[in-house]
């Protein structure tokens, strides 16, 4: 018998978005099924500035609980949104028994200037908010006891699952280094229970602020946010949405590579090896956005080792 002791299981997630259109609604269960099989922590899927989506990622949300056994997480942005609409979104999810929120300041649309941003002015405020709405309900839930007809087994209602945003290299509109370690810190005291960072390309990037959040009292999760980049069109819409700097090295990989196939690949071992080098390091697990495919996040984290090789794709 081997004394070898097992590498303890890498936790692991996936991010979606709501379908553009009811032709890829099918499509992108068969995703959620693939992505499921394979034992995520959960699953989230996007919500739409200003509520342009909300009614689709309720519905993924939906087919992710009643159709998979893995946790639905449920975005939600304060942009354009009034303190009674972002309440009444909330108790939707909570209706629908989503217990696991992404709290988000979000982006005035392209065109919009800061006044479109709303009654919530910080992910903070969302993050106070669902704990309010949650609040108000009722402190209990119950369940039928089988064979017996009428009775009803009462239990402590489970408390929602807060997550935030995380901006190792700083959010566009930082002006300072550690502003974005004090949201952060406000995001916690606020009630947030864990962190998913936005994409960076470099372990360090991650690793050294998680070193100063932690110096400065940040004590919940952060989870890593990584991204496949898979071709030059795809990094350069990713720059222009984060203002993330140039990665110079995978830039000119993906821009002297002429083949669909090679660029992928190219893409694919950037983004295992980052997931190697963080949990290496000490990240709780990974978070990978996941663009509505299942193949590449999967095969990402097989090469990073978080995956034994996958006979489900």
């Not at 899927?45 to 342009?52: D, L, N, R």
């Not at 989503?98 to 392209?110: E, N, Q």
């Not at 992928?264 to 950037?270: F, M």
């Not at 697990?285 to 495919?293: E, K, P, S």
Request: proline content about 8%; overall charge negative.
């Amino acid at each position: 018998m081997s004394s070898e002791t097992p590498n303890p299981r890498v936790p692991f997630s996936f991010e979606l978005y709501p379908p553009r259109s009811a032709s890829s609604h099918e499509a992108l269960h068969e995703t959620v099924r693939r992505l499921a099989a394979a034992g995520p922590d959960f699953i989230s899927v996007t919500y739409g500035a200003g509520g342009s989506t909300g009614g689709r990622s309720l519905e993924v949300l939906r087919f992710i609980r009643e159709h998979t056994a893995v946790e639905p997480l449920a975005h939600l942005t304060c942009v354009g949104n009034t303190y009674a609409g972002a309440a009444t979104l909330i108790r939707e999810f909570l209706d629908a028994g989503i217990l696991s929120f992404l709290a988000l300041r979000g982006d005035p649309p392209v065109g919009q200037d800061e006044p479109f941003l709303g009654d919530l002015e910080s992910a903070a405020q969302l993050v106070q908010l669902i704990d309010r709405v949650q609040a108000e309900r009722a402190p209990y839930e119950e369940s039928p006891v089988p064979g017996i007809p009428g009775a009803a087994r009462v239990s402590a209602r489970r408390k929602a699952s807060i997550a935030v945003a995380a901006f190792p290299n700083g959010h566009p509109r930082s002006v300072h280094r550690w502003q974005d370690v004090d949201a952060l810190l406000a995001k916690q005291a606020a009630g947030a229970t864990s962190a998913i960072t936005q994409l960076f390309f470099h372990a360090d990037d991650y690793l050294t602020f998680v070193e100063r959040a932690r110096a400065a009292g940040v004590t919940i999760p952060i989870l890593p946010g990584i991204m496949p980049i898979v071709s030059p069109v795809r990094l350069a819409r990713v720059l222009e949405l984060t203002g993330e700097t140039l990665p110079s090295e995978l830039a000119i990989a993906l821009d002297v590579e002429p083949t669909p196939e090679g660029r992928h690949e190219i893409g694919v071992e950037w983004a295992a090896r980052l997931a190697r080098e963080v949990v290496a390091g000490g990240a709780p697990g990974v978070h990978l956005y996941a663009f509505n495919q299942h193949d590449t996040v999967l095969t990402v984290l097989e090469e990073a080792g978080v995956l034994p090789v996958s006979r489900l794709r």
